[in-house]
């Protein structure tokens, strides 16, 4: 079975740092997606970890560790346009399963 | 086509009807999902479907939601004898799941409304 956890809302000001962590308990393990998803749009890709470590994506990066079951999704510089929802999903054979998402506001 | 295609945008049916709503994922994608997301809430997984395997159907919330997908393309989800509590959108996605960066593409998704 599958068990996501990440935080329901965050709040942050336009420019400012926020990162969203995400914990996961799978019966198996082939990496981890970090999807956004506009209110009203399909949900767009926006990172993939399968070792441990950080990738580092402009603006975006997102980080593992297999062994805690832990990941995080860190936004800097944010700007208005990163409002959106910000979903968990990690990978068991090739089968992604969802988180119900960490909302993120960002203000002026 | 150049992504995934799901139709229709919207459909708008009376309580106790069927529905189909299909699903073209984009060529050569050997696995396909379909998800269900309720306004405000997250993604609920529905069934998945890898190759020639048999789906993954865990995630359907009753016997009156059925899937199929003929030939390895095109997918059709079913709700028989529908419900109000069905009402949200339904989103398919389809991959490329033969190594590599499993990354799922989604399609802009049907919006159910169940009146």
């Known amino acids: 079975g599958q068990n996501i956890d990440q935080p329901t809302e965050m709040t942050a000001t336009e420019g400012a740092i926020v990162q969203i962590n995400c914990t996961y308990q799978t019966s198996g393990f082939n990496g981890l997606f970090w999807y956004q998803q506009h209110a009203g749009e399909a949900p767009t890709f926006l990172s993939y970890n399968v070792l441990d470590g950080l990738e580092e994506k402009g603006r975006f990066s997102s980080f593992l560790s297999r062994s805690k079951g832990y990941s995080y999704l860190l936004l800097k510089e944010l700007q208005m346009k990163d409002s959106a929802s910000y979903l968990c999903?990690?990978?068991?054979?090739?089968?992604?399963?969802f988180g119900a998402g960490t909302t993120v506001t960002v203000r002026a | 086509g150049a992504g995934v295609s799901q139709s229709p945008s919207n459909k708008v049916t009376e309580k106790g009807k069927d529905v189909e709503l299909r699903c073209d994922p984009i060529?050569?994608?050997?696995?396909l999902y379909w998800y269900r997301q309720s306004l405000g809430q997250g993604l609920e997984f529905l069934i998945y479907?890898?190759?020639?395997?048999?789906?993954?159907k865990s995630g359907l919330p009753s016997d009156r939601f059925s899937a199929e997908r003929t030939g390895g393309s095109v997918s059709t989800l079913t709700i028989q004898r529908t419900q109000q509590e069905d009402s949200a959108v339904y989103l398919c996605?389809?991959?490329?799941?033969?190594?590599?960066?499993?990354?799922?593409?989604f399609g802009q998704g049907t919006r159910l409304t169940v009146v």
């Open positions: 479907f890898q190759g020639n395997s048999a789906p993954d």
């Open positions: 060529s050569g994608h050997t696995a």
């Open positions: 999903a990690p990978v068991n054979d090739y089968k992604l399963s």
């Open positions: 996605a389809s991959s490329l799941a033969t190594g590599g960066v499993p990354e799922a593409f």
